[in-house]
Nanobody
Framework: QVQLVESGGGLVQAGGSLSLSCAASGRTFSSFILGWFRQAPGKEREFVAAINKSGKSTYYADSVEGRFTISRDNAKNTVSLQMNSLEPEDTAVYYC?????????????????????WGQGTQVTVSS
């Protein structure tokens, strides 16, 4: 069983920055593909970013490309999301997710159904 716990959310003004972190349990963390998703009020959950097992390959949603950076520390069992130049449209609950199936890392990991473990989420609110 894998448990994911997000932290780092909060309230920030537009143009500001926040860093989210997700701590994972499990001895095989380094074999997980990891992702961040978000869900705004009244909207479906959407892909934000994903990272492969080594941390050397990533995918981003077009809406966050160039502003957000996903990274991981396999020694600390954590995955992070650095968010810069935040916009009110970034307001959402942010979730980290993990895939333990050891599959090839490809564009399919933009989809929610590729992940089998989810955190509880952390709220990010960007004021205008």
């Amino acid at each position: 069983q894998v448990q994911l716990v997000e932290s780092g959310g909060g309230l920030v003004q537009a143009g500001g920055s926040l860093s989210l972190s997700c701590a994972a349990s499990g001895r095989t963390f380094s074999s997980f593909i990891l992702g961040w998703f978000r869900q705004a009020p009244g909207k479906e959950r959407e892909f934000v970013a994903a990272i492969n097992k080594s941390g050397k390959s990533t995918y981003y949603a077009d809406s966050v490309e160039g502003r957000f950076t996903i990274s991981r520390d396999n020694a600390k069992n954590t995955v992070s999301l650095q968010m810069n130049s935040l916009e009110p449209e970034d307001t959402a609950v942010y979730y980290c997710a993990a895939d333990s199936s050891r599959r090839y890392f490809g564009p399919s990991f933009r989809a929610m159904d590729q992940y089998d473990y989810w955190g509880q989420g952390t709220q990010v609110t960007v004021s205008s």
